[in-house]
């Protein structure tokens, strides 16, 4: 049986486990931190779901997810996947394109007025058209994680913590001897490289053709619901897209979760080194999503926030990474929109490590374009 080794335990890591020892191959994945931590991408209570792209690239791909996760939660008895819709407003154009999308693939959505959303969602205050669709909603984060593990684990993938890998040696296109900062080496068939934040150094050490990816410390805030406004988690996950009445160029994500209603804007945080990030909470960026919350939500209460901290890996045009290069598959540059989407990459990597050729969209390489951004 061929043994692959997947570098990183965050969501593409540990759904690319998964898919790998569902198709069985002999899996080991190491991860540097403990279960749970919060120093990469992949930890709290809440991602958006949702297939509205205006890219049929990426609407199917979450199409491709959604059985994908309903699978994983059948697996490891965890729920992770909530649909609770989903809420685009801002200029029409971003609206129409959207809508036109998701009707080409054959999904259900709707355009509303300003008047009937707001009577529909009180919580959120709303200037132009609006569009809503039924399949999305919010992905609970750290479930996510522990529920590709333990799948993989079930399908007899070994799960190791606090191992943290040092180097990749690749032998030709089929043997890797991947080296741990303790000096054990595992001699694999194979490795997948999910290292998140940290791809700007392993990942780029071991394969060509890596983008430049930028890493930035992103800063989204926990707002509760007013009394008076439905329960957070039954709120929409929502995009109010830049342009028209908000003037603000990045665009706003929001959504209810556990921890109540999150909100943030889309890749405004500083570049960071991962390994030495400050996670203090920058009080002009709080103050700008308050200032949001404000004028923009009237369901939550924008005077007692939560700010959290977490990481974004971009790529020049905010297009994946998942591809593969000899012995080596690598699954980095997620660009602050690929939770949705894990169990479709994990699904990509192993046709990959089998020898299927990858999406040209997410080549090693590729001829690149600067990205609008503004995708979640
Ligand atoms: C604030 C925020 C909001 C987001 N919202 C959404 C959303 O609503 N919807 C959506 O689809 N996406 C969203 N995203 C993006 C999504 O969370 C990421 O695309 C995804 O989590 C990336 O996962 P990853 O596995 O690539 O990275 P990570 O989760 O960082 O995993 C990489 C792992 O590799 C480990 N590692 C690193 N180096 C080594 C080593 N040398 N040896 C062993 N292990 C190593 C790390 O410890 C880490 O656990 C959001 C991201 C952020 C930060």
Redesign the pocket.
């Known amino acids: 049986m061929a043994h692959v080794v997947v570098?990183?335990?965050?969501?593409?890591?540990?759904?690319a486990a998964w898919e790998l020892a569902s198709r069985g191959f002999a899996v080991t994945l190491?991860?540097?931190?403990a279960p749970g931590?919060t120093?990469?991408?992949?930890?709290?209570s809440?991602?958006?779901?949702?297939l509205a792209y205006a890219d049929p690239f990426y609407v199917s791909l979450a199409a491709r997810a959604l059985p994908l996760w309903r699978q994983v939660e059948e697996e490891s008895g965890q729920a992770v996947l909530e649909l609770t819709g989903a809420v685009d407003h801002g200029p029409p154009e971003a609206i129409d394109a959207l809508y036109a999308e998701l009707r080409i693939a054959g999904h259900a959505a709707w355009v509303l007025t300003p008047e009937q959303a707001g009577e529909r969602w009180p919580g959120l205050r709303f200037d132009s058209s609006v569009l809503f669709h039924a399949a999305a909603g919010r992905?609970h984060?750290d479930r996510a994680?522990t529920a590709f593990q333990q799948a993989a684990a079930a399908r007899g993938a070994v799960v190791r913590h606090g191992?943290?890998?040092?180097k990749l040696l690749r032998h030709g296109t089929d043997r890797v001897e991947v080296v741990?900062?303790d000096g054990e080496v595992l001699s694999a068939d194979a490795a997948v490289v999910?290292?998140?934040?940290?791809?700007p150094?392993?990942a780029a050490q071991t394969v060509a053709g890596i983008p430049p990816l930028r890493v930035t410390q992103?800063?989204?805030v926990h707002f509760p619901a007013r009394p008076t406004a439905p329960d957070a988690l039954v709120w929409p996950?929502f995009i109010h897209h830049p342009g028209a009445r908000l003037t603000d160029p990045a665009g706003v994500?929001g959504?209810g979760s556990a921890d109540g209603v999150?909100i943030?804007f889309h890749a405004v945080g500083p570049t960071v080194d991962?390994d030495r990030r400050d996670r203090s909470i920058d009080p002009a960026a709080l103050r700008r999503v308050q200032d949001y919350a404000e004028r923009w939500l009237p369901g939550v209460d924008s005077t007692a926030p939560t700010a959290?901290?977490?990481?974004?890996?971009i790529t020049p045009d905010h297009d994946f990474v998942v591809d593969r290069d000899g012995p080596v598959t690598v699954?980095?540059g997620?660009?602050?929109?690929?939770?949705?989407?894990?169990p479709a990459i994990g699904a990509l990597a192993a046709e990959l490590v089998t020898g299927a050729p990858g999406a040209r969209r997410f080549a090693l390489g590729r001829e690149r374009t600067p990205g609008e951004g503004t995708e979640?």
């Open positions: 570098v990183g335990g965050g969501v593409m890591g540990s759904a190491l991860e540097r931190f931590h120093e990469g991408s992949s930890h709290g809440s991602r958006i779901f949702r992905v984060a994680v191992v943290r890998v040092e741990t900062a999910a290292v998140g934040g940290w791809a150094g392993l992103e800063q989204p996950s994500y959504l999150k943030g991962p959290t901290t977490c990481l974004y890996t699954l980095a997620f660009s602050g929109h690929g939770f949705k989407f894990a979640l």
